[in-house]
């Protein structure tokens, strides 16, 4: 059975399909229409650990939890083992349900600082801070990396061994390497070689756009997957891929449904973050949202001109009416 209750540290999950960590996308009002749309655990966005450090009021924003988004896992980065507990510690106060450690973002801003996937180059630095968040928490830790540093590089079995004897609960390896960055094919057999290295569970992540990418990835022995990009467009795949690896018909979501979708996002975002600012950041994500609909490209560049939540909507009810 390919979907499936699972357990990471002392938390059971109702299912084994997650939302990946995003950088300006995974914020509270995705991670709520992800749930609804069937994931099984959310991720926040990476949030900077030096940020919270000299006290951010924007990085401890993004630490706060609703209690509509459970279960979550909060993601922080940083290459300071006692500063990366002491955010762990905010993270788990504010509703964290799994501190995750971000050991893979191919940025060349994080990797200047020692953080991201520079850790895959420290793994004893990665080992204690991995030890460190465990001895300030109590929730499961967690931990992602990408399975080398350049391609054809496998690193992630060796790292997994580490990431396990300090104490992480669960692994989450993206299938590529640092260098393909989002580009390019996943390396299932590196994947199928970190998961039978250890006995915590593995989270496969990269390239997941279908109920066919993801089984090729459980095949390839991991527990879990966690999607990304394709969840920005459609909130709904997490269902979707559940019901057709369940041997079901999906529910595909239609044009319309996707704008009222859309309309909803953004009214929870306005909530959030102000009717102009709620608004401005759903700009990064509504291009991927659109992808694909009749005249979805003309209707962006509308919508990026939209100064605030009353002429993003009647932009969209405008679609809608005209069908």
């Known amino acids: 059975m390919i979907i499936k209750k699972i357990k990471i540290g002392s938390l059971e999950l109702k299912n084994n399909i997650f939302l990946s960590p995003m950088a300006g996308i995974t914020n509270s009002a995705f991670r709520c229409f992800c749930l609804e749309g069937g994931a099984g655990l959310v991720a926040s966005e990476m949030v900077s650990t030096e940020s919270l450090k000299y006290s951010s009021k924007k990085s401890f924003e993004m630490l706060k939890v609703l209690p509509s988004e459970h279960p979550i896992a ?23 349900d799994i501190v ?14 020692g953080s991201g996937a520079m850790l895959m180059k420290n793994p004893i630095l990665m080992g204690d801070i991995i030890t460190a968040v465990k001895k300030k928490v109590k929730c499961p830790v967690t931990i992602k990396f990408r399975v080398g540093f350049t391609e054809k590089e496998n690193l992630s079995v060796e790292l997994a061994k580490i990431a396990e004897a300090s104490g992480a609960d669960a692994i989450s390896v993206h299938g590529r390497s640092v260098s393909r960055m989002h580009n390019g094919e996943i390396d299932l057999d590196f994947l199928h070689k970190t998961a039978e290295g250890v006995s915590v569970p593995v989270i496969g992540n990269g390239g997941i756009v279908s109920a066919k990418t993801a089984k090729e990835m459980f095949m390839a022995g991991c527990d879990a997957v966690s999607i990304g990009r394709a969840a920005v467009g459609n909130p709904r ?67 990026m001109a939209a100064g605030n939540l009353k002429e993003a909507k009647v932009l969209l009810l405008q679609y809608i009416q005209k069908g």
């Not at 450690?101 to 600082?113: D, G, H, M, Q, T």
Request: proline share 3%; charged share 25%.
């Open 100 to 113: 995750d450690i971000n050991a893979s973002c191919p940025v060349k801003k994080i990797l200047r600082s």
């Open 74 to 96: 909060v993601q922080i980065f940083g290459s300071d083992p006692e500063t990366m507990a002491n955010a762990a510690v905010h993270a788990e106060s504010e509703g964290a």
């Open 237 to 303: 795949i997490f269902s979707e891929i559940i019901s057709e690896l369940n041997g079901k018909e999906p529910e595909h979501t239609s044009d319309s449904d996707k704008i009222k979708m859309l309309i909803r996002f953004i009214t929870l975002n306005s909530e959030l973050y102000g009717e102009v600012y709620g608004v401005i950041r759903a700009r990064k994500l509504v291009g991927y949202w659109l992808k694909g609909l009749k005249s979805g490209a003309e209707l962006r560049k509308y919508f």
